[in-house]
């Protein structure tokens, strides 16, 4: 009878989604939900004569991540996504609060699931 052999298994890998693939995330289950939406570029160009990224003029400063419109009505979207211990800048902040104001739905989504929950929680 044949003797029953261990595996050697690597430990699981526990850590948290990126920015990115939260981002990811979002995009795919908004776009499952009726919305046109997409990744907004908000870095800055590359100056050769620094060496560093500065402010694009076109840009505003603020906006969030995930940008997009609700397909059934036209209702704005933003949402800002954090990672591990980043904070909403004041601007960011703003943008957010705007929108709100304006009757848009605005969101912070530190992950996928909070996201999920926090969408679902208001209805939509």
Same mark, same amino acid.
């Given at each position: 009878?044949?003797?029953?052999?261990?595996?050697?298994?690597?430990?699981?890998?526990?850590?948290?989604?990126?920015?990115?693939?939260?981002?990811?995330?979002?995009?795919?289950?908004?776009?499952?939900?009726?919305?046109?939406?997409? +990744?907004?570029?908000?870095?800055?160009?590359?100056?050769? &004569?620094? /060496? #560093?990224?500065?402010?694009? @003029?076109?840009?505003?400063?603020?906006?969030?991540?995930?940008?997009?419109?609700?397909? +059934?009505?036209?209702?704005?979207?933003?949402?800002?996504? &954090?990672? /591990? #211990?980043?904070?909403?800048? @004041?601007?960011?902040?703003?943008?957010?609060?705007?929108?709100?104001?304006?009757?848009?739905?605005?969101?912070?989504?530190?992950?996928?699931?909070?996201?999920?929950?926090?969408?679902?929680?208001?209805?939509?």
């Amino acid at each position: 009878m044949p003797v029953a052999t261990r595996h050697q298994q690597a430990p699981l890998e526990l850590t948290p989604p990126t920015a990115g693939e939260t981002t990811s995330a979002i995009l795919a289950y908004l776009t499952l939900q009726g919305f046109a939406v997409w +990744r907004q570029n908000t870095s800055g160009i590359y100056d050769q &004569k620094t /060496g #560093r990224y500065r402010f694009n @003029p076109q840009g505003r400063r603020g906006v969030p991540d995930i940008i997009g419109f609700r397909k +059934r009505d036209g209702v704005f979207i933003g949402v800002e996504v &954090k990672a /591990g #211990r980043d904070q909403l800048c @004041p601007e960011q902040k703003q943008f957010l609060d705007e929108l709100k104001a304006a009757g848009g739905l605005a969101f912070v989504a530190h992950s996928f699931a909070q996201f999920q929950q926090s969408f679902e929680g208001r209805g939509l």
